[in-house]
């Protein structure tokens, strides 16, 4: 695949963590409509990637209150939803979009088709207290690691609830998650024991592989994992580096080391790729989005610490849609 960046926009979730002047001038373009949206690489270059917006709550995506929820309002007193410390996205139908979140122990849904959101936790209200990871199959059901309760969830299509996932197999410390869309098998990063877990969609283990080390196909306490095209590609945390597997889980490839300059991994977190192949890693210490093309050779740089539109404070997860819409939990 070539290292061509087309034209992508960037949707941006930010945590309440952050400020709400930040939100406000996402979510008011009239009173700052002075404020201009970034975009990468910086003129006089070609913009190849541009910010699109940034929300913390329901009515800052666009979701406006109905009528009975105005009375509800009047009568108990209004409810404030918001993100708080937002770990992952997914998106699903190009409609929903739900956001993992520890600082409300539970997943947001926002639903801007049918103007709604909802909080989204456990069977009988029960706290998800560690979401750290999400994933969509081809059907439009969600599944949500939990690392504290050592569980997958899944978010049924259509459904209200996280109903947990049956699994022959215990995890010790769950966390990344992908879906292959043709088989439905899952694959499951544990942290703890610095593997991958393959699931049929039954639940039933199929393969794991990797163990604890620093040579290729090794992990030091590998968190998320991304998918495409039959390849899998794992941020391997502790060796500060990506690497790539097939979905048997033979080894291909890696990229990456230790740093703190351009194409250096300080604390690589989500990873993701867009449709020309091109590789998405964030890094929570540098604060950035790093572009890699398919081959690992470092593109360009997204972001950087602040709290203006387009800069970042302890970033984590990324998902990136098949409209190619980038959503980043900052």
Same mark, same amino acid.
């Given at each position: ?105 539970? $997943? ?16 009988? !209200? ?28 899944? $978010? ?16 010790? *410390? ?53 998918? *495409? ?49 091109? $590789? ?15 081959? !690992? ?8 610490? !602040? ?16 409209? *190619?819409? $980038?959503?980043?939990?900052?």
């Amino acid at each position: 695949m070539s290292g061509k960046i087309v034209q992508r926009s960037v949707f941006i979730i930010m945590s309440v963590l952050i400020t709400t002047l930040v939100l406000a001038c996402a979510g008011n373009s009239k009173k700052h409509s002075n404020i201009s949206k970034p975009v990468w690489p910086a003129p006089p270059a070609t913009a190849k990637i541009a910010f699109e917006q940034s929300f913390s709550t329901p009515e800052e995506f666009g979701i406006e209150k109905g009528f009975w929820q105005w009375i509800g309002d009047f009568v108990f007193g209004a409810d404030e939803y918001r993100i708080i410390r937002p770990m992952a996205i997914v998106t699903t139908e190009n409609r929903h979009i739900f956001v993992a979140d520890p600082g409300v122990r539970g $997943i947001h849904r926002f639903d801007r088709k049918d103007n709604s959101y909802r909080l989204i936790k456990g069977i009988n !209200g029960l706290d998800l207290p560690s979401p750290v990871a999400l994933a969509s199959d081809s059907k439009g059901n969600v599944f949500i690691t939990d690392s504290k309760l050592a569980k997958l969830f899944v $978010i049924s299509k259509g459904k209200q609830l996280a109903q947990p996932v049956e699994l022959d197999t215990e995890l010790q *410390q769950p966390t990344g998650i992908t879906i292959e869309p043709d088989s439905g098998d899952m694959y499951l990063v544990d942290t703890r024991q610095h593997q991958i877990l393959v699931f049929n969609s039954s639940g039933q283990l199929k393969n794991r592989f990797g163990k604890h080390g620093i040579q290729a196909g090794e992990f030091n306490y590998p968190t998320l994992i991304w998918q *495409q095209n039959g390849t899998l590609f794992v941020t391997d945390a502790l060796n500060f580096r990506i690497q790539l597997f097939d979905l048997e889980g033979d080894y291909i490839s890696s990229f990456g080391q230790a740093g703190q300059s351009s194409g250096y991994q300080a604390r690589p977190k989500g990873v993701a790729t867009d449709a020309d192949g091109n $590789i998405y890693v964030v890094d929570s210490l540098l604060n950035n989005i790093q572009l890699f093309d398919a081959s !690992g050779q470092y593109l360009m740089t997204i972001g950087e610490r !602040g709290q203006l539109p387009g800069q970042f404070w302890l970033p984590t997860g990324i998902y990136i849609s098949s409209s *190619q819409k $980038i959503y980043v939990a900052d």
